[in-house]
């Protein structure tokens, strides 16, 4: 066997050497190709394996009145999660039963969570921070605590038909908190530490932080003062005419800039799941109504600016007017011979199917759609809705004539808002918004609103002849209990029947009033819809007097000076033969007296009531000769004496002609012992919203400094202050074997 | 090394077979100087897998035993115990194995037909593998590959061994490898079983055997081999998770992507010592069977070369005393025995680099394991004897 020599097996163990060789070089480059090709990768997914991720939340943005007085805000409440990997099968049911005790949750369903394959699972979110203390002192397995933002609206409810409402992960649900929500959220952030594979950290472990980016701050162009006035209003005609809805909006002419929106009836969105779904629905953007004769200057203004009709054009109004199909009647028995001034004086629907009539149908929609009422106004709420109109196609005499006084159509009281407004800026129609300013966390101006001019609809001249004429209304015509002494106010009432599927229904209503004031320069536009209003229906008498008085506060409040040509503006249109001379100042208050007239001895200073019970503040405003309103913070809610005032209208040392009514804002729960000082709080270790919640009810305002628990603040318990005080907190992240989640400086 | 007279050769053209069986036939001769280097090759992996087994296995020992020094105590002892044995067998002359051969194949035979019964095998992590002497517990594994290299030496290198025939040369051994095979599979341990089919064929082949004989069996023995994966439910998963580990990372992937991660996590010059993260009980068998990806990501890419180099010298060493060694017996038992040894860290290195599908085998001189460490240390013990009388 020549060929199992020696050599022979030298050769196969040389052989046996090199195929090992090369195995062990195949093993050298495919580990190298391990650990520099995929090194990288393969560290990160391990990594990524090993750590579990706690989320934070961003802070959601702060929305803030045009004044930048805080209307939403978030808190830190603390949120119970479970990592169910670390909970040792041994310790399943002493941890269920503990979090069952606590929290309150059926054990089964515990288990459930505390088993699921998952690597994170939220048990409980946003707890009090009781049970997160109690939580926290169990000091359980698995189980853990993350701060959480907790929306929270410190006026109660207060324009929540404009903010709207967030879900639990913060996520905007309704109004400006949904159409905004992008801004307002920002980005989340998480926690992730190192864990070894049964869940316990891992020494030295790589705990990675990844601030979330807090979401951006909104400004409104929304006015507290005026939304809470629009609101005490609705109130008051909610509880006096038992109606079943009330909305108003306020709105700058001149920018679109809404003042206040607010709707009756309302909701707390801090507890928005107590009230029913349908008081969110927000009537002012959503729902169309059929806006009667408050839909009159529209057609008014379409014939003024066509030339159709002249200021002094007169129409005949025997109580009824033919038109082919059907006979239609006036509110009135007959106005008879009547000026185009006195027509929408005295909202004579005979007139105004004449000039519905003499415009046509074409000229007719041309400036409905003009004046922007057969689209959306595009304000930033969501869920606009739109009017309803017949098809210009193939409109009879009838349904024009119909239209003329605003039946058989419908619009948002935005859309109509809008139009109305669009007279009192010159014959402009302005885009309302709602938004002023985005900012960003340091204050850094991200998105700027500015006035959005949509189209010219009529000319100036058009424009201030219809102001005039909606002047009269309110001087002498159906809209006198609108009158704001002083001031002269352009208006127009309307009182539309209810149709219920399709069937005009006689016993209800939408009473309504449109205006605008001071005619000259208008600073604010309103409307005002009261939805089936009992005892009383008429604009006039139900809509006209909360109009006036909502006029009144917000032209003080917004030291509108009163209108100085007031008397010789009346006298003009007067003199083109509108009767009624003398209405001067017949509704009015002794202290309409025009500038010119006052005496110094008449004016007096406006003195400091802030900080008095309603008792002292009454007191004062008397001796000085002034009047003292501190109003319904809610529809028939007792006035505490002893309830201190925190805000005042005019402030103090403005210069007012004696009589005139300051207007006092109270604590929302004035307690008994309340007097002009408090003492500060021990807030020390509570959290953010514990904080607001206590400060807020003694009247103290809340400045946040960091997140977390209360640990310094400034001034120190005990001390005594003025309600109102500003009580600097500092709050940082409890307990030194937590996260850090601390996040740059907020503004 | 001194030279020796050519007379003195030790094969012949007689065949691979020794002129006597024996040791008193043989010819005087003077041993020469030990093969210091493989020896030192040897140490260095020793010293490596202790520090290594200890790092791995601190933070599971903590968890387990409440001690992170349980296994590097244990490895410290084994490793004593497996040096001494390693320096008896150094100075106890290989011939002496021929005499033994027979006796040594039996006693590993009983010692595996043992373990199997109840009462002297026990069980842990689901395998009846270990007999326990007092605190001592051997695994019978071990010695079986180790007897079965010295009997195959022993039989392939007898005088008139019919090695070039099918039947009566090449078909013996291999249904012997299969018989042990076979017993080892009852464990069950797969990974050592193959370890010993390994060793068979390696020696046969060794030995002269026709290779279309040794790749005829192989061919056959395949569809046996996916039979053995395939009927076995773990196996299967292992072998499918072998082609595609991610389909199921949290499963049957687990520890290969596991092990990919940790090397992965190393990089060229790893988290440095003690600094592993993957050691946290998310690698399992981290001190054991993957104690490479531990060293992968502790030392990196430097790390593990340094140990692939300490293998390749291994080897280099190893074959170069098969190819020197004084007579045929010699040549296969050295042969044998570092083949075993290299069968053994290829296939644990490839395991570890999710080249091979996971099979269970030990890295020698570097994992934990008491009998591995033990009977790894005695082989190199033969092997350093026999390179006393290399020539060359």
């Given amino acids: ?747 | 090394m001194r030279k020796r007279p050519a007379a003195e050769r030790r094969f012949n053209a007689g065949g691979i077979a020794d002129r006597a069986l024996g040791t008193r036939d043989l010819p005087k001769i003077e041993a020469g100087p030990t093969d210091y280097s493989l020896l030192v090759a040897v140490i260095l992996l020793l010293g490596l897998g202790i520090v290594m087994v200890f790092s791995a296995s601190a933070v599971m020992a903590m968890t387990n035993f409440n001690d992170p020094f349980y296994f590097l105590k244990r490895q410290a002892v084994w490793a004593l115990i497996g040096l001494l044995g390693m320096t008896v067998l150094m100075n106890f002359d290989y011939w002496h194995y021929k005499k033994l051969a027979p006796a040594i194949i039996v006693l590993s035979i009983t010692l595996l037909v043992a373990v199997l019964l109840p009462g002297i095998g026990r069980i842990s992590h689901g395998a009846r593998r270990w007999i326990g002497f007092g605190p001592l517990t051997l695994t019978p594994s071990e010695p079986a590959k180790m007897a079965m290299v010295i009997y195959l030496a022993y039989l392939l290198s007898s005088k008139g061994y019919k090695i070039k025939t099918f039947f009566r040369g090449v078909l013996p051994p291999v249904l012997l490898g299969l018989g042990m095979f076979a017993l080892i599979l009852q464990q069950p341990d797969l990974g050592t079983g193959l370890t010993v089919m390994g060793s068979t064929f390696i020696m046969l082949f060794s030995a002269g055997a026709k290779i279309w004989h040794l790749l005829g069996l192989i061919g056959m023995g395949i569809p046996g081999v996916f039979a053995a994966i395939f009927m076995e439910e773990y196996r299967r998963e292992r072998f499918l998770a072998f082609l595609d580990p991610w389909a199921d990372p949290r499963g049957s992937g687990y520890h290969i992507i596991q092990s990919l991660y940790a090397l992965g996590s190393g990089g060229p010059f790893g988290l440095g010592l003690g600094k592993s993260r993957q050691k946290f009980l998310y690698l399992p068998e981290m001190h054991t069977d993957f104690i490479f990806a531990i060293i992968g990501e502790e030392l990196g890419f430097v790390g593990a070369m340094l140990v692939i180099i300490l293998f390749f010298f291994f080897a280099w060493r190893g074959y170069r005393i098969a190819m020197n060694a004084p007579d045929g017996f010699s040549c296969l038992l050295s042969c044998g025995l570092t083949s075993m040894i290299l069968i053994q860290a290829l296939v644990n290195i490839g395991v570890v680099t999710g080249t091979l599908p996971i099979t269970g085998i030990p890295l020698p001189f570097l994992s934990f394991g008491g009998s591995s460490l033990v009977f790894t240390l005695a082989s190199v013990g033969i092997l350093l004897n026999i390179s006393r009388y290399c020539t060359g």
């Fill in chain 1, 1 to 747: 066997m020549p060929s199992s020599t020696g050599l022979d097996l030298r050769r196969r163990a040389l052989l046996l050497f090199s195929v090992t060789s090369v195995c062990l070089f195949g093993l050298l480059i495919r580990l190298g190709y391990i650990q520099f090709v995929l090194g990288a990768e393969l560290s990160e997914k391990a990594l990524d394996a090993r750590m579990q991720e706690v989320p934070v939340e961003a802070r959601r943005g702060v929305i803030y009145d045009r004044k930048g007085r805080e209307l939403a805000i978030s808190a830190t409440v603390d949120s119970v999660f479970a990592i169910p990997a670390q909970i040792k099968p041994k310790d399943l049911d002493r941890v269920a039963l503990a979090l069952s005790e606590v929290l309150g949750i059926p054990k089964d369903r515990l288990l459930v969570n505390l088993t699921k394959p998952v690597s994170f699972v939220w048990i409980k979110r946003k707890v009090d921070e009781d049970t997160a203390k109690r939580i926290r002192d169990l000091d359980l397995p698995g189980i853990g605590l993350t701060p959480e933002t907790r929306r929270f609206y410190p006026k109660g409810n207060l324009a929540c038909h404009v903010l709207g409402i967030v879900g639990i992960d913060n996520q905007g649900l309704e109004g400006i908190e949904l159409v905004y929500d992008k801004a307002l959220r920002g980005n989340p952030g998480k926690i992730v530490v190192e864990f070894d594979a049964t869940g316990r950290k891992i020494p030295a472990a790589t705990h990675r932080y990844i601030a979330p980016e807090d979401g951006c701050n909104l400004m409104l162009t929304v006015d507290e003062v005026i939304q809470f006035m629009v609101e005490r209003e609705l109130d008051k005609l909610m509880s006096t005419y038992s109606a079943k809805g009330a909305c108003a909006v306020v709105m700058d002419p001149k920018t679109g800039e809404i003042l206040a929106l607010a709707a009756r009836p309302g909701y707390d969105p801090n507890e928005y799941a107590k009230f029913p779904d349908e008081y969110r629905r927000n009537p002012v953007i959503n729902d169309a109504f059929s806006p009667g004769s408050t839909f009159k200057p529209i057609t008014a203004a379409a014939v003024l600016e066509e030339g159709l009709v002249t200021k002094v054009s007169r129409f005949y109004c025997g109580g009824s007017v033919k038109v082919p199909g059907a006979t239609i009647s006036c509110w009135s028995s007959g106005h008879g011979s009547q000026t185009f001034v006195d027509a929408v004086k005295n909202s004579c629907n005979v007139a105004f199917v004449n000039m519905g009539l003499r415009l046509g149908p074409d000229l007719f929609y041309k400036y409905v759609k003009a004046f922007g009422l057969t689209q959306v106004t595009g304000i930033d709420l969501p869920g606009e809705a739109m009017g309803i109109m017949l098809e210009p196609g193939n409109i009879k005499p009838v349904d024009l004539a119909v239209m003329s006084f605003g039946q058989t159509l419908t619009v948002t009281p935005i859309q109509l808002l809008s139009a109305i407004s669009a007279i009192a800026n010159d014959g402009v129609l302005m885009k309302p918004h709602l938004v002023k300013e985005i900012r960003g966390l340091d204050g850094t101006l991200i998105k700027e609103v500015k006035p959005e001019a949509v189209r010219r609809v009529i000319s100036q001249e058009t424009a201030k002849d219809l102001a005039l004429a909606m002047e009269e209304v309110v001087k002498a015509g159906t809209g006198k209990q609108a009158y704001v002494p002083g001031y002269r106010i352009a208006g127009k009432t309307g009182t539309a029947q209810k149709s219920v599927g399709g069937k005009v229904v006689r016993d209800k209503h939408i009473s309504s009033f449109v205006g605008f004031g001071p005619v000259d320069d208008p600073k604010v536009a309103m409307l005002i819809m009261v939805d089936e209003p009992q005892g009383a229906y008429y604009g006039g008498q139900v809509a006209a007097p909360a109009f006036g008085s909502i006029m009144k506060d917000v032209l003080s409040y917004m030291e509108v000076p009163p209108s100085s040509e007031e008397g010789r503006e009346g006298d003009r249109l007067r003199g083109v033969g509108v009767p009624g001379a003398g209405m001067l100042g017949s509704t009015g208050a002794p202290q309409t007296k025009g500038p010119e007239e006052k005496g110094p001895e008449d004016t007096v200073e406006v003195p400091s009531v802030l900080n008095l019970t309603v008792e002292e503040a009454k007191r004062v405003a008397e001796t000085a000769g002034l009047g003292l309103d501190v109003g319904d913070q809610s529809s028939g809610e007792r006035i505490d004496p002893k309830s201190v005032i925190m805000e005042q209208i005019p402030p103090p040392g403005a210069l007012v002609s004696k009589g005139t009514v300051i207007i006092g804002f109270r604590t929302l729960a004035g307690s008994a012992e309340a007097v002009g000082k408090v003492s500060v709080p021990d807030i020390r270790g509570k959290t953010i919203r514990a904080v607001a919640d206590i400060l807020g009810e003694i009247g103290l305002r809340l400045d946040v400094k960091g997140s977390g628990v209360a640990r310094r603040q400034n001034p120190s318990p005990g001390t005594l202050v003025p309600r109102g005080t500003v009580i600097e907190v500092i709050f940082e992240e409890p307990g030194a074997e937590k996260p850090k989640t601390e996040t740059p400086a907020r503004e």
